[in-house]
Nanobody, 121 residues
Framework: QVQLVESGGGLVQPGGSLRLSCVAS????????MGWYRQAPGKERDLVAR???????NYADSVKGRFTISRDNAKNTVYLQMNSLEPDDTAVYYC???????????????WGQGTQVTVSS
């Protein structure tokens, strides 16, 4: 089986920074896309940023220029560097990945359990 485990969330003041990490583990053959989504109370879960292989990225308009997604393929890890955080960034952040497993040999989409990010003074 596959697990995605996030870390790095917490409480930060407006204008501050946080770095989220997500490690994928299990019977992994390869990972195509990895990304971050977020869900604020009473709202839908929305895409924040996504990275395909190591270089193709896309971001939500609301985070462009402030957030940076990257990945370490050797460690099956994706990062989200969040700078200039705003109160509207407060949400539970979820890691997501498209993973091919060895047994059964197939591609599935996986979610982490989420990590809380709170931006408040």
């Amino acid at each position: 089986q596959v697990q995605l485990v996030e870390s790095g969330g917490g409480l930060v003041q407006p204008g501050g920074s946080l770095r989220l990490s997500c490690v994928a583990s299990g019977s992994i053959v390869s990972i195509s896309a990895m990304g971050w989504y977020r869900q604020a109370p009473g709202k839908e879960r929305d895409l924040v940023a996504r990275i395909i292989r190591s270089s193709i990225t896309n971001y939500a308009d609301s985070v462009k220029g402030r957030f940076t997604i990257s990945r370490d393929n050797a460690k099956n890890t994706v990062y989200l560097q969040m700078n200039s955080l705003e109160p509207d960034d407060t949400a539970v952040y979820y890691c997501n990945a498209d993973i091919i497993t060895s047994w059964p040999y197939k591609s599935n989409n996986y979610w982490g359990q989420g990590t809380q990010v709170t931006v408040s003074s």
